[in-house]
T-cell receptor
Framework: GENVEQHPSTLSVQEGDSAVIKCTYS??????FPWYKQELGKRPQLIID?????GEKKDQRIAVTLNKTAKHFSLHITETQPEDSAVYFC??????????FGTGTRLTVIP | DVKVTQSSRYLVKRTGEKVFLECVQD?????MFWYRQDPGLGLRLIYF???????EKGDIPEGYSVSREKKERFSLILESASTNQTSMYLC???????????FGPGTRLTVL
């Protein structure tokens, strides 16, 4: 099955700096890559996703890039704010019924 | 605007007890999932269901079973709870494989 690896496991940045979280996947048939954010004590929620027919997608301060050849995708957060502090999960799927999640990155934005 | 609910936020059980965790979604989704979340291990899939009375094993099904008698309800059962099943359990539902997956608030289960 699919194997998704996520790095780093923890990340601390100063407020206003950028943060980058990287994920690799093993199954070249994977074609949908969502990112979920889980704030402390809350449920994971989708923040952005990308399909394999595009290389980049942006939504305000958040962007995701996809390199199908290298089988990796990344989440970029610019101008970080304290409310960006959370655990972020990447995921991948081939279109079967399962999402395969990475192990998560705990992002801390230092005011 | 609650879409996925779980029967309990916190639960404390004794070793050997039978435990039921229930999940209800109001979005008419075909697919429902149970995950456990442990520090450093991310979200691990226990079981999933893509239709009423249908179930499939996920990555860590040992010690668990599930039931889906109605489309909106998906139950996770620990037949004989053990201490290593102390964890956060998250239910989720989704319409299709490339649609947003909605999570419940989680049940933090402690087995003593």
């Amino acid at each position: 099955g699919e194997n998704v690896e996520q790095h780093p496991s923890t990340l601390s940045v100063q407020e206003g700096d950028s943060a980058v979280i990287k994920c690799t996947y093993s199954d070249s048939a994977s074609n949908y890559f969502p990112w979920y954010k889980q704030e402390l004590g809350k449920r994971p929620q989708l923040i952005i996703d990308i399909r394999s027919n595009v290389g980049e997608k942006k939504d305000q301060r958040i962007a995701v890039t996809l390199n199908k050849t290298a089988k990796h995708f990344s989440l970029h957060i610019t101008e970080t704010q304290p409310e960006d502090s959370a655990v972020y999960f990447c995921a991948a799927t081939t279109g079967a019924n399962n999402l395969f999640f990475g192990t998560g990155t705990r992002l801390t934005v230092i005011p | 605007d609650v879409k996925v609910t779980q029967s309990s936020r916190y639960l404390v059980k004794r070793t050997g007890e039978k435990v039921f965790l229930e999940c209800v979604q109001d979005m008419d989704h075909e697919n429902m999932f149970w995950y456990r979340q442990d520090p450093g291990l991310g979200l691990r899939l226990i079981y999933f269901s893509y239709d009423v009375k249908m179930k499939e094993k996920g990555d860590i099904p040992e010690g668990y079973s599930v039931s889906r008698e109605k489309k909106e309800r998906f139950s996770l059962i620990l037949e004989s709870a053990s201490t290593n099943q102390t964890s956060m359990y998250l239910c989720a539902s989704r319409e299709g494989p490339r649609n947003e997956q909605f999570f419940g608030p989680g049940t933090r289960l402690t087995v003593l």
